[in-house]
């Protein structure tokens, strides 16, 4: 039976740990006749354990084989791995692009699969079973260390902070039909704890007196005796765990009485809410070691810094440093950290600007940086996935992390690669991450503003079609690069400016439109900015100023005659009105030279939407104002 052994307690600990399973108001606290006669039967229950092993709590972290061997870890590891390169990933090309079931034939056929599995990081296990599928993981979870086994449910059975009993099941069950020993393994490395919070999900325990066989439960319950008969198990027929939870109780029973008669008086006694808390917290400690955070402490990594402030301090203190400080290498990891496989960076083809530092620094800093950039993978992934083992969200938050990280880091530095190594010896990732992330939360800040004026979401409905794409995403809750139908993590400080520079443009066209409706969008008719713009154009040539009010057929008709010509059907706007427009409608002095550049093109764009749209109407003909296009705010009915 494998026991956690960093929690072994003594005697004297063993009793107090009994103490705390067996209440002492069980004995004596003024009990009525049914009471004595669950505890003299308790009594007896206690009685048959002399006879058996006594069990130690088991709680903590399960037994890993290669636990302070990086050595050996390494060498289990080579059939895997390719350290010939200098890139941010470094398993073999076979493994790490392969299909899951190509890397689950690679693995079986090793000389020794089981020495290879069990030294994969213990989360790297788990998603590579999660990535080849659990119907087809048997083989995997035959292979597996305690530590796998236990990381398994650590990363995948939890989400915003509760069990997700439904998928425990799923492992155990998965678990059973790769064979009794394999299912006999994965229980034994479970938290004591987590299996009777799971139990008690399902089951109401009894303890089984001479007298009383049979209580009053309802009809539809489903009864069953625990496997020794000490205990009488009451579910509900329709639990969809039920199978999964027989199959756990008979797996337990097979290995040691003693565990399941401690499992169901836990599962009988203690409180749900502080079992599932008391489990969580020791969960949470595993994953934390490996880099995966409560989600509280990861969304810290998304919290503002003043990158430019903090540029200053860093110039201040390390701009022109030849050598870094002793303390160089303390942001990042200790030298007995698991080797990983990189599956959490197996979507990376560029590393951007940090790549490119990296291509100079020594092979030992490089390596580093690898699990350091793993770790931040992990940290994000734990903030923006539904659940840390979501195989299929990974690379994507990973490569977010890498980039974000990346462009932190060009910001900084200056995109000076010799002065970004040195910061990269006293930076946490992390740190340039948050850096990264500050940059793109001032532009998400303008385009919130830029909601309210328009009138709030609906209000972004007035924008073009990309720079509504663009505005939606930067107010997401997550700021994000909207483009290309897409929404993705900005990924570079070129990327920035881009997206900085068309953020202007719409800024521009926003206070113009405010401007023309008195200073209130929100108040003006739900149309496209270019609708109102257009407007505005329209009266300007007919009555020599703007104005957003709709343009009746008398105003329609003029603004025809006297801002178009050419031949019949195939009319433009006069080339010499052109230019007046644009002149009349920039005159204001508030505009900096970026908004006149940018309103310029906007209005040389409406204008000849507004040739392509009207120019084959004939001015000297009624037009019949219902069928005028989306370019101009008309009345749809004579005012």
């Not at 425990?168 to 299996?195: P, Y």
């Not at 139990?199 to 009894?206: G, M, W, Y």
């Not at 009451?234 to 565990?259: E, F, H, K, M, Y």
């Not at 009266?539 to 020599?544: F, K």
């Amino acid at each position: 039976m494998a026991q956690h052994d960093d929690d072994l307690l003594d005697d004297d600990e063993l009793d107090d740990a009994e103490d705390l399973a067996l209440p002492g108001d069980w004995v004596d606290d003024g009990l009525d006749a049914d009471d004595e006669d669950e505890d003299d039967a308790l009594t007896e229950v206690r009685h048959a354990e002399e006879d058996l092993e006594p069990w130690v709590p088991q709680a903590g972290e399960a037994p890993d084989p290669f636990a302070d061997q990086p050595a050996a870890r390494q060498r289990a590891l080579a059939p895997l791995l390719d350290r010939g390169g200098r890139h941010l990933t470094w398993s073999s090309l076979r493994f790490l692009r392969g299909t899951g079931d190509e890397k689950l034939d690679l693995i079986l056929s090793l000389p020794d699969p089981a020495r290879a599995v069990q030294a994969m990081a213990p989360e790297e296990f788990v998603l590579l079973v999660k990535e080849i599928g659990l119907t087809d993981a048997g083989d995997l979870l035959a292979l597996a260390s305690p530590r796998q086994l236990q990381t398994t449910l650590d990363l995948d059975a939890w989400q915003a902070g509760e069990l997700d009993t439904a998928a425990v099941s799923e492992w155990l069950l998965t678990a059973e039909d790769a064979g009794k020993d394999v299912v006999d393994r994965f229980v034994a490395a479970q938290d004591d704890g987590l299996l009777s919070f799971y139990l008690s999900q399902s089951l109401t325990v009894a303890i089984v007196t001479e007298d009383d066989m049979e209580g009053d439960y309802p009809d539809d319950a489903e009864v069953f005796n625990s496997p020794d008969q000490a205990f009488q198990l009451i579910a509900n027929a329709d639990d969809a765990n039920l199978t999964a939870v027989r199959q756990l109780l008979a797996s337990v029973w097979r290995q040691s009485a003693g565990r399941g008669r401690a499992l169901l008086l836990a599962t009988r006694w203690e409180l749900p809410a502080q079992l599932e808390e008391d489990v969580l917290q020791l969960r949470n400690a595993r994953l934390e070691e490996i880099g995966f955070l409560d989600r509280d402490e990861a969304m810290q990594l998304y919290s503002y810094r003043d990158a430019h402030a903090w540029k200053r301090e860093l110039h201040a203190r390390y701009r022109g440093t030849a050598v870094a400080e002793p303390e160089t290498l303390q942001p990042y990891l200790p030298e007995d950290v698991p080797v990983r496989l990189g599956l959490a960076l197996r979507e990376v083809r560029d590393g951007g600007f940090l790549g490119r530092v990296m291509a100079h620094l020594p092979e030992d800093v490089v390596a580093r940086l690898r699990l350091a950039l793993v770790r931040l993978g992990y940290a994000i992934q734990s903030a923006r996935a539904s659940r840390p083992s979501a195989v299929d969200e990974l690379s994507r938050w990973s490569r977010h992390a890498l980039l974000t990280a990346s462009m932190g880091l060009e910001f900084l530095s200056d995109a000076d690669l010799t002065y970004a190594g040195l910061l990269l010896t006293v930076l946490p990732l992390g740190e340039l991450f948050t850096a990264g992330h500050s940059l793109v939360l001032v532009e998400a800040q303008r385009a919130r503003t830029m909601r309210q004026q328009l009138g709030g979401t609906a209000g972004l409905e007035r924008l073009e079609p990309a720079d509504l794409q663009l505005l939606r995403g930067l107010t997401l809750a997550f700021p994000q690069h909207g483009r290309d139908g897409q929404s993705e993590p900005v990924a570079a400080l070129d990327e920035l400016a881009t997206m900085r520079e068309r953020l202007t443009a719409v800024q521009a066209v926003v206070r113009m439109a405010q401007t023309l409706s008195g200073g209130d969008l929100k108040t003006t008719a739900p149309l496209p900015l270019r609708a109102l713009v257009g407007t505005a154009i329209a009266w300007q040539v007919v009555a020599g100023a703007p104005q957003l009010a709709p343009l009746d057929r008398v105003t329609f008709q003029a603004f025809l005659q006297r801002g178009f010509e050419g031949r019949q059907g195939d009319r433009y706007i006069r080339k010499d009105l052109r230019q007046a427009l644009i002149r009349a409608l920039l005159t204001r002095p508030d505009l900096a030279d970026a908004d006149v550049v940018a309103l310029t093109a906007f209005l040389e764009v409406t204008l000849d939407r507004l040739a392509d749209e009207l120019g084959g109407l004939d001015p000297a003909s009624a037009v019949d104002l219902r069928y005028v296009g989306e370019g101009l705010r008309v009345a749809k009915v004579d005012e």
